[in-house]
């Protein structure tokens, strides 16, 4: 049977970077999922974190998948007017793929304060969630999130693919130590990004003359 899951990730992408890219493939293989949907977060106009607008953000975005077929853009949360909520977004996309299993991809850092999002307890009911762990890290977590992967852990890849939801499944990913903030800072201090990002994301970034 053709694996059948899809993934998301979401972020801000400002911008998006080797740090990104590197463990969403990684993990888009190991899992073998069918494509990984990059969701760049809706950032308020208002809010001081952001510095590119959308059409900027979506366009680093799309430069920096155009080798990799594996993985795709979804700008849904972009195309609000207000921040969207994660469950309000995965809602949307599980009546979209109504038959397909969906995975949605965050950190150890998310996970251990999970418990905090809103409508949490009801997100598994719409997808998977695959936390990205480095190899040999454990997370502190507080009874209540502990509890939670008591009951949801599974070890076994292939209930991501025969499920449609309510598993997380812990995955060792490739993590670059690199930020988006620090791209930004090296910028405006003239310091090279010439590995941090794919060429044609820092071509665009030049280009622009953006976080200067």
């Known amino acids: 049977m053709k694996p059948q899951a899809i993934g998301f990730l979401g972020g801000s992408f400002d911008p998006i970077h080797n740090g990104h890219l590197v ?40 430069l920096a998948i155009k080798q990799s077929p594996q993985l795709s853009i979804d700008t849904r949360e972009l195309n609000r007017d207000s921040a969207s909520y994660t469950v309000e977004t995965l809602k949307e996309i599980q009546a979209e793929y109504p038959n397909t299993p969906i995975c949605f991809i965050m950190g150890m850092d998310s996970l251990i304060h999970f418990d ?30 502990q509890a939670l992967v008591n009951s949801h852990q599974t070890h076994s890849m292939k209930d991501l693919h ?37 060429t044609l994301v820092c071509d665009y970034i030049k280009e622009h003359q953006l976080y200067k």
Not at 118 to 142: M, S, T
Request: proline content about 5%; aromatic content about 8%.
């Open 23 to 62: 463990p969403a493939l990684d993990v888009a293989q190991q899992l073998q999922l069918q494509q990984l949907f990059l969701m760049p977060n809706h950032i308020a106009p208002h809010k001081a974190g952001s510095h590119c607008n959308v059409e900027q953000r979506t366009e680093m975005v799309k």
């Open 116 to 145: 905090s999002w809103y409508q949490w307890q009801d997100i598994l009911n719409y997808c998977h969630l695959v936390i990205c762990a480095r190899p040999g890290w454990k997370g502190e977590f507080n009874a209540t999130v």
């Open 162 to 198: 025969h499920q449609r939801s309510g598993k997380i499944y812990f995955q060792k990913a490739t993590l670059l130590d690199i930020s988006s903030t620090q791209i930004r800072h090296n910028i405006k201090h003239g310091i090279s990004i010439e590995n941090l990002l794919p």
